[in-house]
């Protein structure tokens, strides 16, 4: 019998190969699977998908709709196993444009126990994606086409989509390319740029690599450096930080400036919350910042004001994420360049699932006008 990794190598090595679709593939099947598999907004669903055509190849006698093991019978199985034992490591050696983690951790499948059929109504969106998915696997099930066909043909499209998203980004780092004697952007047309970024749709982990950037460039003169980023969707209880981003001492690890990020206006109870995070612990830092990209009322200013006596000398600042982005780039002007550049490196190293692909070419589209207008 082949293993998973096999079965998969095999797959994609036809799907790299064959010159054509299988003519099994029928238009309705054909048009599920590339919504699937193109679907920017979802990525974990083609993961469902694959894990289960995987588990049906490697054991004949699963039934795919049946990826739970509470399900009972001899035609259940684990997806989530397959999935992150086989799916994780294969599409981050080929750089698959997949969700990074397990699909069955999701909030529509994480709490699942009955059969995946065509009737079943998973609370996500798209909800195309969702129900597509379902009748693939139902396909599947009542064998219109094969768990192999359809592995290989997910796997072609996932290629595509691959080849597709590396010929955009050449094109747009290529028009980036400049000779020396351009003028850079200024400070003002810097802060205009990430602005514009900013307004972009699911920009949540932009304040962070905002923050980032400028501490990465300006940490020699600072005396500080930027401790290493924890994922966009990992919660501050399972990572033991104290928010978004933190900052120490060159040389030292304890942390003395911490920042939380907000796409909203900051509370009172946010403040609250954030004594209780660093009330707890046995080492005192010096600053709690908050970056807000909207306003700031003032009675949450004041009361912010009021900690830092009643906590023995912790401060809590609350700042605008522009504002202090302005500061930044006139203060260290010199850096300006630098900074643009440290972003949009830490912005293209994000997974898709941080930064999604959409918002990194909005990034260098924005600064390839921003740059050929100066």
């Known amino acids: 019998m082949k293993t998973c990794q096999e079965i998969l190598e095999e797959a994609l090595y036809a799907a790299e190969t064959e010159a054509s679709r299988s003519g099994i593939i029928t238009n309705a099947i054909e048009e599920r699977v590339e919504f699937v598999c193109r679907c920017l907004s979802n990525r974990a669903t ?49 750089h698959l444009s997949c969700n990074p983690t397990t699909a069955f951790l999701t909030p529509a499948l994480r709490n699942i126990n009955r059969i995946l059929t065509t009737d079943l109504n998973l609370e996500g969106r798209p909800r195309e994606a969702y129900l597509y998915t379902l009748e693939l696997l139902d396909d599947v099930f009542a064998e219109r086409i094969t768990a192999q066909d359809l592995l290989t043909e997910t796997l072609r499209l996932l290629l595509l989509v691959r080849e597709e998203r590396q010929t ?68 501050d209880e399972q990572t033991g930080a104290l928010g978004d981003l933190e900052i120490t001492l060159v040389g030292e690890n304890e942390v003395l400036t911490s920042y939380e990020m907000k796409l909203k206006r900051v509370t009172v109870e ?24 909207e306003s700031i009322d003032d009675n949450v200013r004041e009361y912010a004001s ?29 850096l300006r360049t630098k900074f643009l550049n ?10 898709d699932s941080a930064v999604s692909q959409p918002l990194k070419e909005a990034f260098l589209a924005l600064r390839q006008a921003a740059e050929a207008d100066s």
């Open 46 to 94: 083609v993961r469902l998908l694959m894990a289960c055509l995987l588990a049906k190849i490697h054991r004949p006698e699963i039934d795919p709709r049946k990826p739970y093991t509470e399900i009972g019978g001899p035609d259940s199985f684990s997806g989530r196993s397959y999935d992150e034992a086989y799916i994780t490591p294969f599409i981050n050696m080929y």
């Open 270 to 293: 946010n403040i609250n919350r954030a004594i209780q995070k660093f009330g707890g612990k046995e080492v005192r830092i010096d600053n709690y910042i908050f970056i807000t990209t």
């Open 306 to 334: 009021t900690i830092y006596a009643s906590s023995g000398g912790i401060e809590i600042a609350i700042l605008d994420c522009i504002g202090f982005l302005r500061h930044f780039l006139h203060l260290l002007h010199r």
């Open 168 to 235: 955009r980004m050449t094109g747009l780092l290529a028009g980036l390319r400049q000779s020396e004697d351009v003028l850079p952007l200024s400070s003002e047309g810097t802060v205009e740029l990430i602005k514009q970024h900013l307004a972009c749709r699911n920009a949540s982990r932009l304040p962070v690599l905002i923050v980032a950037a400028a501490y990465q460039v300006a940490g020699r003169q600072l005396g500080e450096r930027l401790l290493p980023l924890h994922g966009h969707n990992a919660a």
């Open 342 to 351: 440290a972003y949009q490196d830490m912005l293209l190293a994000e997974p």
